[in-house]
């Protein structure tokens, strides 16, 4: 398995908070990915790097950003979370081909 | 915007029959496809993969998968599936637009195998 880590794995928190959710990956790779993944909707791209201090946007951005200071570490951060956002969030990397690679996952869950 | 349609939602099946799982995609020009698994509460790995030549793929442990480029159609089959294949099934697609290494999934299809 590529060297992928996600924290926290699981996270219970309130509508409004703020959260912050961490992706590390050991393989220097240049690509790094925030997804969700929700019954019926697949997995839907959020954000992503294509380098440090590179980012762009998603299918489904609204209500979230991101920040990459390191090549191993890309965060994602709920401003204000809302329930809508309670879901699956997977991080991915890739080196620049087409193929990625899926972190364990951080199930987060917003009341 | 690319789009990516699994048709089959759930899937029940008996050990030892066969699967076919269906899956399209609206782009029309060069594309790479996946299909991805993710067993019961894990994340997701691999299973094949199509970036050219030989239109039929073979990935990990049985399955398979055939392009048909003139129906955009990328469908997974594994002739005779095991309990072990329980598990969600994605099909993804990366279109060549120039607009960085992005991945369009679809909706997923979760199968269930019976003994």
């Known amino acids: 398995d590529a060297g992928i880590t996600q924290s926290p794995r699981h996270k219970v928190t309130e509508t409004g908070t703020p959260v912050t959710l961490r992706c590390h990956q050991t393989?220097?790779?240049?690509?790094m990915y925030w997804y969700r993944q929700d019954p019926g909707h697949g997995l839907r791209l959020i954000h992503y790097s294509y380098g440090v201090k590179d980012t762009d946007k998603g299918e489904v951005s609204d209500g979230y950003s991101v920040s990459r200071s390191k090549t191993e570490d890309f965060l994602l951060t709920l401003e204000s979370a809302t329930s809508s956002q309670t879901s699956v969030y997977f991080c991915?990397?890739?080196?620049?081909?087409?193929?990625?690679?899926f972190g364990p996952g951080t199930r987060l869950t917003v009341l | 915007a690319q789009s990516v349609s699994q048709h089959n939602h759930h899937v029940i099946l008996s050990e030892a029959a066969s699967l076919e799982l269906g899956c399209n995609y609206s782009y029309g020009g060069t594309v790479n496809l996946f299909w991805y698994v993710q067993y019961p509460g894990q994340h997701l790995q691999l299973l094949l993969k199509y970036f050219s030549g030989d239109p039929l793929v073979k990935g990990i442990k049985g399955f398979e998968a055939e392009f048909i480029k003139s129906k955009f159609s990328f469908n997974l089959r594994k002739p005779s599936v095991q309990w072990s294949d329980t598990a969600e099934y994605f099909c993804a697609v990366r279109e060549f637009t120039g607009g960085g290494n992005k991945l369009t999934f679809g909706t997923g299809t979760q199968l269930k195998v019976e003994l």
């Open positions: 991915a990397i890739s080196a620049g081909g087409p193929e990625q690679f």
């Open positions: 393989e220097n790779h240049r690509y």
